[in-house]
């Protein structure tokens, strides 16, 4: 098992000054930088739409199947919305200045089908530390069905990657939830990262959970609908939540302007220092556009939740500011798409230039 990549650390850092910059943000404001009432009205409102669909979907199922596909359609918006707004922060610590309500946060992944403790390892510790770097970013790493580097072997199929992408990324729910997270648990490491040791209580979560979750996806709605419609609606918002997580994380480091750092053979050290690696890795999208800021998280704001991952996603359009005028300040490129739909063409872009070259 190879070590992971080391980074450059200059004195002083690009690192050191914007964290002086934002820190100094939130002592002039007076403000935590946690979540406020917006996120947890927000929150609310998620958690109680989820609900509400799942009691009519399974205990007042709708007679005719367009309604079923109907309300499917939103209930895997708003499970991706969930894991966007609500676990995500959690994860991170920063949905609250509480632990145990950010451990709560965290813990709504459990309830919508994954592992709180695979995505720790996976998300929090190596895909932030390690963005784009191939052989450690589990992220990048959809072999052999998808080239996400040059630095991965190129197949055939992958000339039309740009278009069957589509496909593959909505079977991503029910992979992470049938497939990945057990795979992770019996060969007990992510890639060739080993997981860090899993307590009498993580083993007896993760099962518990897997055991919940395939009563109340399956068994409990199937005996309540019957498995006709059980299967149209579970197919249904499964491929709608995999397709949306999957853009909104793909659209944040696979495009035609984020690099793909190799680390040097002999000193198995990256060029940069860290901050400035996730800037050249990571790409914002669509920042102005509250509609998408709101569902998504502040997840088009993928560079200021890179940088600052302890801060939640309420207060990322106003600390963007400053971390713009320090990479303005400082000489580095801060990749920003304006629209959605630049940003899926760049990604389309991306993937048919690794299926040819």
């Known amino acids: 098992m190879k070590s992971t990549p080391k980074f450059t650390n200059p004195n002083p850092s690009f690192h050191g000054e ?14 935590a930088p946690t979540g406020n009432s917006k996120l947890y009205s927000k929150a609310i409102i998620l958690v109680i739409a989820f609900v509400a669909l799942y009691v009519h979907l399974v205990f007042f199922t ?39 309500v950010n451990i709560l946060a965290a813990f709504t992944l459990n309830v919508l089908g994954g592992s709180s403790f695979m995505w720790n390892m996976k998300h929090n510790v190596i895909h932030h530390a390690y963005t784009n770097v191939d052989g450690v970013d589990d992220d990048i790493d959809i072999k052999p069905f998808m080239r996400m580097s040059t630095s991965q072997p190129k197949y055939k199929a992958h000339k039309y990657q740009h278009i069957y992408f589509w496909f593959l990324y909505s079977l991503l729910y029910i992979f992470w939830i049938f497939y990945s997270d057990y795979q992770k648990y019996f060969k007990n490491s ?8 899993m307590h009498f209580s993580d083993h007896a979560i993760f099962w518990g959970f897997k055991v919940f979750n395939l009563f109340l996806y ?73 509609i998408v800021c709101w569902f998504v998280g502040g997840l088009n704001f993928q560079i200021e939740h890179h940088l600052f991952p302890k801060v939640s996603h309420i207060h990322y359009p106003q600390i963007s500011k400053i971390i713009r005028q320090a990479c303005q ?25 690794m299926g040819s070259k």
């Open 329 to 353: 300040e400082y000489g580095i490129t801060y990749i920003e798409y304006p629209k959605v739909r630049l940003a899926v063409a760049s990604h389309v872009n991306f993937l048919r230039e």
């Open 190 to 197: 992510i890639g060739e990262m080993p997981l860090k040791k």
């Open 218 to 290: 399956i068994v409990l709605p199937i005996m309540m609908m019957g498995w006709q419609m059980w299967l149209v609606s579970f197919l249904t918002f499964s491929l709608v939540a995999g397709l949306v997580l999957s853009i909104v994380f793909q659209l944040a480091h696979t495009v035609e302007h984020t690099a793909f750092p190799v680390p040097n053979e002999v000193t198995n050290r990256l060029d940069d220092e860290w901050a400035i690696h996730q800037i050249k890795t990571t790409a914002n999208f669509a920042t102005d556009n509250k």
């Open 18 to 31: 914007i964290k002086k910059r934002i820190n100094k943000y939130f002592d002039e404001k007076g403000i």
């Open 62 to 100: 709708p007679s005719h199947w367009a309604w079923v596909v109907l309300e499917s359609v939103v209930m895997g918006c708003t499970i991706a919305a969930i894991g966007f707004n609500i676990m995500h922060d959690g994860a991170h610590g920063s949905f609250s200045n509480s632990k145990p």
